[in-house]
């Protein structure tokens, strides 16, 4: 039976013979782990950029090739990560050697000959620890906005989305500009900041509350993660899972704003996101892009159930229906914005949210009801009243 679980392995192993054995267990009983292979112990400096860059949630290492190094590299990533499981892997059942390991700060272990059984009890153990360490602080719902073309206006939706959640309830609200080469997050809300997403991803490692201030700036209550000014193409090659973790410890919702569905850096934002925000608009091409982002989303393991479809600029008598749009997608339309030329050019220009009053303004706080939940509570408060309304009429009606 597979092992379930969304795992990011730091295999470090320098025995060639071991590593081959544990490699082809983990291809059958975890075929979708990304797995980081380091075939030599990593110097302090090297533990440092790895864990921030790739953000693993557990490590296995070989205890064989070199005892003390192996017994230091421990002792590293324990200052490094404390909530980061290790499962030191042995070359024989060694009561000692297991309890000097487990003493210095390894969670599990494996011995060799490495089976499925031993791997899936030792994951299960593994998965209750990492479960365990999110439950420790709250942990905020974050909200990714995914268009399915450019121009579908999902940055302004993302920008307003925020705003509407802060509205709604959530305490601390954040807004991340994850778009490195084409973000607009900053002139869209008239904010500068001489810090950008990639300063926060290069200090993944160290990011703390005091830090985190001198990095985002605020708009009216919510806090905005800008892309850098210059463009950075480099910046897809980075794990963004070390901020991501950062940010949901401290936030109650966050909204990220991305480029697309495409390439590993978005696929790995949407992975990590507990509800993606697919943007489109009712035009011809923008539905032929739906299908082609859904394909792919689909293709690359991304749950479905967790994909919204967002049909933004809507207007009845132009372009393709609800109903059409739905039909060809396979896919419930989950909430329509209207087109609202005049109130986005006048928050543009003003760099403020949307009006409330504006038609735009009513569909986005809408949306965000939908999402928080607000919308279920309400209709249900509707229905109770109503009840009760319906029964004292009955009663009023009965007694005269």
């Not at 900053?186 to 201030?213: C, E, G, H, V």
């Not at 950062?246 to 495409?262: E, L, N, P």
């Not at 132009?318 to 739905?326: A, D, R």
Request: proline share 4%; charged share 20%.
């Amino acid at each position: 039976m597979q092992i379930r679980g969304n795992w990011k392995l730091l295999f470090i192993c320098p025995n060639q013979t071991m590593s081959a054995g544990l490699i082809q267990v983990l291809g059958q009983e975890l075929p979708d782990a990304a797995l980081l292979e380091v075939p030599v112990y990593p110097p302090a400096h090297a533990l440092v950029e790895l864990l921030s860059t790739h953000g693993p949630n557990a490590c296995f290492l070989d205890t064989s090739t070199d005892r003390d190094r192996a017994l230091n590299a421990i002792a590293e990533i324990n200052s490094l990560n404390p909530k980061l499981p290790i499962v030191a892997l042995l070359p024989a059942n060694d009561s000692e050697l297991i309890l000097r390991f487990l003493r210095q700060g390894a969670t599990e272990f494996l011995i060799q000959p490495f089976t499925g059984e031993q791997l899936t009890q030792v994951m299960e153990r593994l998965a209750k620890k990492v479960q365990g360490h999110k439950s420790d602080t709250a942990q905020g719902k974050v909200y990714c906005l995914m268009p399915a073309k450019g121009a579908c206006g999902a940055t302004t939706v993302a920008c307003n989305l925020a705003f509407q959640l802060k509205r709604t309830g959530s305490k601390r609200v954040l807004l991340a500009d994850l778009d490195a080469l084409t973000g607009t997050v900053s002139f869209i809300l008239k904010l500068k900041s001489q810090y950008s997403f990639l300063d926060a991803i290069d200090n993944a490692n160290k990011l703390d509350t005091d830090l985190w201030k001198g990095i985002v700036v605020q708009s009216q209550g919510v806090d905005v993660l800008l892309s850098p000014e210059q463009a950075e193409a480099a910046y897809e090659r980075l794990d963004p899972n070390g901020l991501i973790d950062f940010v949901r410890s401290q936030y109650d919702a966050i909204v990220f704003d991305t480029a697309g569905v495409y390439g590993s850096w978005n696929l790995t934002i949407a992975k990590s996101s507990d509800e993606i925000l697919l943007t489109t608009t009712n035009e011809l091409p923008a539905l032929q892009a739906s299908q082609r982002a859904l394909s792919y989303l689909d293709s690359n393991r991304v749950d479905r159930s967790r994909v919204r479809m967002v049909v933004n600029r809507y207007n009845r008598d132009v372009g393709l229906s609800k109903e059409v749009i739905e039909t060809a997608l396979h896919e419930e339309v989950y909430h329509v914005l209207p087109s609202d030329y005049d109130s986005v050019q006048r928050a543009l220009i003003d760099g403020r949210p949307i009006p409330p009053s504006s038609s735009l303004g009513k569909g986005l706080s809408q949306l965000a009801d939908r999402l928080s939940g607000r919308e279920t509570e309400t209709r249900r408060k509707t229905a109770t009243t109503s009840s009760w309304s319906g029964l004292l009429n009955l009663f009023g009606r009965t007694s005269s």
